[in-house]
């Protein structure tokens, strides 16, 4: 027994003090392999701790941040200089984290938080990948193999534990309620271009692989470690996207997230709906641009076509923004609708209710439908589109 225990120790001591061999007998990446790399010797000096959890960020860095090893080993995590988006509440710091969500998988406990090990096991056979603990669309723990991304988001961001984000109308910021089986419409976890030939917009190339939420929230550098990590736009999207009344961010580069997937001459020549490009670049431009007429004569013109007073001076103050240009988020949320198709679920801060009600779309065929809402000025009543 003794001489099978010494020989126990010599084999651990040379798989830890050779890499290739250690990296060809347990499948742990090279950077991970040895335990020396993220903890301290059991002989630490007196006050020195071994490894501390709220620091564990700044561990990773040591090596995710340095241009050395992250040309060789590790991915390479940008440092955030606090402009657009990043996965950690106050950046790549020692801060305070403002979420943590204590789950109970197969008996053994885990902690979901707002740090690297909040999304990666650095003790697991691939430690660049996500934890392997798939949660469902309530957030509740279902298995050991996430067939997506998405599967590990729902941890955090869905149920009633989900973490509140600015600007998420679903109660409790639950993004897993619009992938729910109550959806009516979304961009399906799972789904891809091959299954929507009804969508006449969609860019072969770009949507084959299936939808999963690193279709929309990825690292826009591609010298980067791939994945929501970090992005210099909001939401940790990998392109611009923005609202009416976002301010800093409006016109064609308002919707260069949606371009990626759709393609913009297909939007604008009205393939999908019979007024985008009204919508999108404004009713009087639109009208313009398709009639060939006088820029004095566009307004009368987009006036008449909806059948309103032809004179400027009948439009009063409550008509603020008429034919006026807005953007793919005032109609559409790229999550999902729980009450309309095509992602219609409009931007309570733009649209408001008409005179009779609403705001609500009804689908009558495809690609037409009724909208019953108040918006730029205009008080649509079932209009058909």
Known sequence: MQKLSLLFVVLLTVLLSNPGSAEQTNGIELSHQNCDSCHESHNAAPGQVLISV????????QCHQNPQQAAQLAPRVQPWDGRGSNHLAFGFDKFKRGYTRPVKVNEKN???????????????????????????????????????????????????????????????GDIGALFGSRIVSSHRIG?????????????????????????????????????????IYPALLKSSYGSEMSGNLFGERSDELCYGCHRRESILNNQSFPWHREHL???FVATLQKKNIGSENRRQQGLKFLGLPNS?????????????????????DPHGSLEHSALIRFDPQVVMPSSVGGPYFRRTSLRHGTCTLFCHGYDHVQTRY
């Open 54 to 61: 709220d620091f564990v960020d700044d561990l990773c860095f």
């Open 312 to 332: 400027p001076d009948q439009i009063t103050a409550a008509t603020s923004g008429f034919g006026q240009p807005t953007a793919c988020a005032t109609c559409h």
């Open 281 to 283: 670049r404004g009713l």
């Open 110 to 172: 885990l902690v979901l938080q707002q740090t690297c090990i909040g999304c990666h096991d650095p003790h697991s056979r691939a430690p660049r990948k996500p934890r392997e603990i798939a949660f469902d669309t309530q957030g509740i723990p279902i298995s050991e193999t996430p067939q997506f991304f998405a599967e590990v988001c729902y941890g955090c961001h869905a149920g009633p534990e989900a973490v509140m984000l600015p600007k998420i109308t679903t109660e409790a």
């Open 191 to 231: 789904e891809s271009g091959k299954d929507r030939p009804d969508l006449p917009s969609l860019i072969g190339a770009a949507v084959q692989g299936p939808l999963d939420c690193t279709s929309c929230h990825n690292n826009p550098d591609p010298t980067g470690a791939r994945g929501p990590h970090s992005s």
